[in-house]
Antibody, heavy 118, light 110 residues
Framework: QVQLVQSGAEVKKPGASMKVSCKAS????????INWVRQATGQGLEWMGW????????GFTQKFQGRVTMTRNTSISTVYMELSSLKSEDTAVYYC???????????WGQGTLVIVSS | QSALTQPRSVSGSPGQSVTISCTGT?????????VSWYQQHPGKAPKLMIY???KRPSGVPGRFSGSKSGITASLTISGLQADDEADYYC??????????FGTGTKVTVL
């Protein structure tokens, strides 16, 4: 069955970087987009960006311009999302989500809690 | 981009229908047919309920339906059930390969 398994929770200091992995199984990684969505505690969903694992193309909201990097390792069916220059406001659960395009997301990872605190 | 506007909460009794609105602009909801809806139970990952404004993924009950008029998309839940109590989010394409979520609506089953 389709599964997206994300890396475990992290605690980071302000100014540091975080890198979350999203390992796909049950389907071919390169046939679907991977999108990233985050949710601060008690808050709504926030769309961050997408990657096409077939060619490595990415797109992300201007809010994260210059701070976010998305990469993939197709040999192990894994996509990575790295966010740099972390601030306390980046404390959130980060989700990866699959979609046949970047327009909608049919399978989601379990979420990765990242806490940014000094 | 600003988040799409949803009512903070809606409620209904079992068996009733509720409709959640999702208001954007001509640059997102009003400009494209790429609106999707997600259900999220507490502590869980979101679940796709509607995509491309009106399409329902396999496994999602027919009680859930989507529509759009102008800059406002809507999700209607008919025959409300206890398990429908959750948060619901709309999401729309916003141009330039970016997307935006709604502010979220808490559905309460009375």
């Amino acid at each position: 069955q389709v599964q997206l398994v994300q890396s475990g929770a992290e605690v980071k200091k302000p100014g540091a970087s975080m890198k979350v992995s999203c390992k796909a199984s049950g389907y071919s990684l390169t046939n679907y987009y991977i999108n990233w969505v985050r949710q601060a505690t008690g808050q709504g969903l926030e769309w961050m960006g997408w990657m096409n694992p077939k060619n490595g193309n990415t797109g992300f909201t201007q809010k994260f311009q210059g701070r976010v990097t998305m990469t993939r390792n197709t040999s192990i069916s894994t996509v990575y999302m790295e966010l740099s220059s972390l601030k306390s406001e980046d404390t959130a659960v980060y989700y990866c989500a699959r979609g046949p395009t970047s327009n909608w997301y049919d399978y989601w990872g379990q979420g990765t809690l990242v806490i940014v605190s000094s | 981009q600003s988040a799409l506007t949803q009512p903070r909460s809606v409620s209904g009794s079992p068996g009733q229908s509720v409709t959640i609105s999702c208001t954007g602009t001509s640059s997102d909801v009003g400009g494209y047919t790429y609106v999707s809806w997600y259900q999220q139970h507490p502590g869980k990952a979101p679940k796709l309920m509607i995509y491309d404004v009106t399409k329902r993924p396999s496994g999602v009950p027919g009680r859930f339906s989507g529509s759009k008029s102008g800059i406002t998309a809507s999700l209607t839940i008919s025959g409300l059930q206890a398990d429908d109590e959750a948060d619901y989010y709309c999401c729309s394409y916003a141009g330039s390969y970016t997307y935006v979520f709604g502010t979220g609506t808490k559905v309460t089953v009375l």
